[in-house]
């Protein structure tokens, strides 16, 4: 099932690293934790995100870190392939491309660029040849890092059934394994992005769960 969305989540115990949170289009989630932020991302050219920006133009699905995720490693790489071909870098010379791709630090980044690739610093992007502009994408690729974490699927269930008590409901079906679990315990699935619902907080601190939006209403079981 191909990704829809992703978000920045929080990092796992005893870790520094955010986590991203990848969605299907039943909304089943895979989290991405460790590893490299290139890899956590899907974008192996550490691509900043704008809104309405080039990478969110260019098939990006989420933010995080201020880096633009990718729904796969193939998406995030064809985006670096055409931001290099792009005007704002085909004109570049190789080395005047690191003040633009890394202005943060393009001292140390044209260094690194120069060593690794022995490509012609005069020579300009639009001028490599296939194989000099495919090493200049895997030296850029090696400069930011792609160092594979970890990844856990985890399932989004739906909710088949409600008990009622005095209209008001207490308990939720989970329908993956028929059990039932209390409104608390629902609503923190819920909030976790574990069941199809929606958290919904009341003014007077409160909250309930409501069904996703045009999903029916939730099955009364009993009362």
């Known amino acids: 099932m191909a990704f829809v969305r992703a978000k920045k989540g929080p990092p796992p115990a005893e870790s520094e690293k955010y986590t991203v949170h990848y969605f299907d289009e039943q ?101 490599l040849t296939a194989q000099e502009f495919d090493c200049l994408r895997i030296t850029l690729e090696r400069i930011e890092g792609w160092d594979v974490g970890n990844e856990d699927f985890i399932e989004k269930w739906y909710i088949s059934g409600v008990h009622k008590r005095r209209k008001i409901i207490y308990e939720y079906l989970i329908e993956k394994n028929k059990h039932w679990v209390s409104k608390v315990e629902a609503v923190e699935l819920a909030s976790a992005d574990r069941l199809h619902a929606i958290v919904v907080h009341m003014k007077n601190g409160s909250t309930y769960l409501r069904p996703e939006h045009h999903a029916p209403p939730f099955q009364i079981v009993s009362t």
């Not at 460790?34 to 192996?44: L, T």
């Not at 004109?91 to 022995?118: A, C, T, W």
């Open 27 to 127: 909304g089943n989630v895979t989290i991405r934790s460790e590893g490299s932020k290139a890899w956590r991302n899907n974008n192996p050219g550490n691509m900043v995100y704008k809104p309405k920006g080039f990478a969110s133009r260019h098939g990006a699905i989420g933010e995080a870190g201020g880096m633009a995720i990718f729904p796969d490693e193939t998406t995030g790489r064809k985006a670096l392939i055409d931001l290099l071909k792009s005007e704002n870098y085909r004109h570049l010379k190789i080395g005047d491309l690191s003040e633009k791709y890394e202005p943060q630090n393009p001292v140390k980044h044209r260094q690194m660029l120069l060593s690794i690739s022995k490509l012609d610093p005069n020579k300009r992007v639009k001028d």
